[in-house]
């Protein structure tokens, strides 16, 4: 095999595995909200508890999050990479035993753990395999994960009721089966990994140390950036379906509208590589904001058509969540101010993103209108431009030099 072979051959072989990887990261935590009232019949949940085990991985993000770096740095990122697999593969077989609640809220609490570590690897490994294609190889990596949590989501119930001896096969073998790609990730991985630089945790000797990621601007300027578009897409993902209910949708109709929003919201993460080229790229992450400021404003003045203005919502906030991730490889020097960005930045940014459906609802519970509620997200967006022209120039995190052209 030639040389140019060997490469395209690798290449190819790291892109499949960061996709069969990606393809983890949110299936298992995205197939509950779909069984929660099955859940919630089989074994006495209140709501208040089943929306607290919904809700259970994503506090786990932005608890574990932070800690990530450190762990990748003491142990190697390749090797954390892959116990964080692991741990998911035992997480999803323990939560679909059959022996009370006690395996249900471990289960759920390791899954949302180990993909808290994956979530802030991926954007190191990302750079690391593919340092010139990042505002390619990114978007895609987005879009996976949109695309297969939706996929899960849309499955998961069918699944639960497929004939099972003499009954149906319920929704802990549904649970089971989102975590079917989890042993080809795990195989991947560690063939893949046999094809990159070695796993020293000092890769990065030259790089300034990362311990001080919580000081730093720019940090903070991409983990507004992250948690305000997560809050602005969360609540707006959650609530379409009631708002547009209460203005006379079917609620078939109301579970349509929904569902484009989410797959507007995989083209928009495919449309960032064609955002990012050129000089005017710098201008993309304050521009992004503008069109769903523009749905927000027509769901205020006219809610009728919510599936409308949903859609042209989720196409721009798609893109957001691109340029999200994008920002965390992009301003980083190497992989292990990457995983210090990626922690601090998806810490703070799933913290505000889970509070933001629960400011949302309460608002609108106090209010009885919509109004209010919409202006909410209406504030993230208005952060998100301004947080977008900050970062503008382009600087990298724990970096006193000149910004970089």
């Keep these: 095999m030639s040389q140019r072979e060997s490469v395209r ?9 960061m996709i069969v990887v990606a393809a983890n990261l949110r ?7 779909s069984l929660l ?18 809700a259970l991985p994503l506090l786990m993000y932005a608890l574990v999050s932070p800690l990530a770096h450190g762990i990748s740095h003491r142990f190697g990122m390749n090797r954390t990479m892959l116990v964080s697999l692991i741990v998911l593969l035992v997480a999803t077989i ?3 035993i059959d022996a009370g609640l006690a395996p249900l809220w471990i289960g759920t609490a390791l899954t949302g753990a180990a993909i808290a570590v994956a979530n802030v690897l991926m954007p190191a490994v990302i750079k690391q395999w593919f340092p010139d294609r990042l505002h390619a190889v990114m978007p895609v990596y987005t879009a996976i994960l949109s695309g297969t949590g ?3 989501s849309g499955l998961v119930v069918p699944i639960s009721h497929i004939s099972w001896g003499d009954g149906q096969a319920g929704w802990r073998f549904a649970l089971l089966t989102t975590g079917v790609v989890v042993v080809p990730g795990i195989v991947m991985w560690i063939v893949a990994t046999r094809r990159t630089a070695a796993d020293r945790a000092d890769a990065d000797a030259a790089e300034p140390r990362a311990r001080g990621i919580w000081g730093d601007p720019v940090a903070w300027l991409v983990a507004s950036y992250m948690g305000f578009q997560g809050a602005a897409f969360y609540m707006l993902v959650t609530w379409l379906s009631p ?3 209460s203005y006379g949708t079917s609620e078939v109709q109301a579970g349509v509208e929904v569902m484009i929003m989410q797959l507007l919201a995989l083209g928009g993460s495919l449309s960032v590589p064609f955002l990012l080229r050129g000089r005017a790229r710098r201008w993309v992450p304050a521009a992004l904001p503008i069109p769903t400021i523009v749905a927000v404003i027509g769901l205020m ?3 009728q058509i919510a599936g409308f203005w949903g859609g042209l919502f989720g196409l721009a906030s798609g893109a957001q969540f691109a340029v ?3 920002l965390m490889a992009d301003r980083a020097r190497g992989r292990s101010s990457a995983t210090a960005l990626s922690g601090m930045a998806q810490s703070l940014g799933y913290a505000v993103a889970g509070l933001g459906p629960i400011a949302f609802g309460a608002l609108h519970t106090l209010t009885g209108g919509w109004v209010l509620s919409l202006g909410i997200i209406l504030f993230c967006l208005i952060v998100l431009v301004v947080s977008g022209l900050l970062l503008r120039n382009h600087r990298y995190v724990l970096d006193r030099r000149s910004p970089s052209a």
């Design 27 to 33: 299936t298992t935590v995205q197939g509950v909200g």
């Design 324 to 326: 999200s991730m994008w």
């Design 37 to 54: 009232d099955q859940i919630g019949g089989d074994t006495g949940l209140s709501p208040t508890l089943l929306g607290l085990l919904g």
């Design 301 to 303: 003045l006219a809610p």
């Design 150 to 152: 939706a996929l899960a």
């Design 94 to 96: 323990v939560r679909s």
């Design 243 to 245: 708002l547009s209910i």
């Design 9 to 17: 051959t690798s290449f190819w072989l790291l892109m499949a595995t």
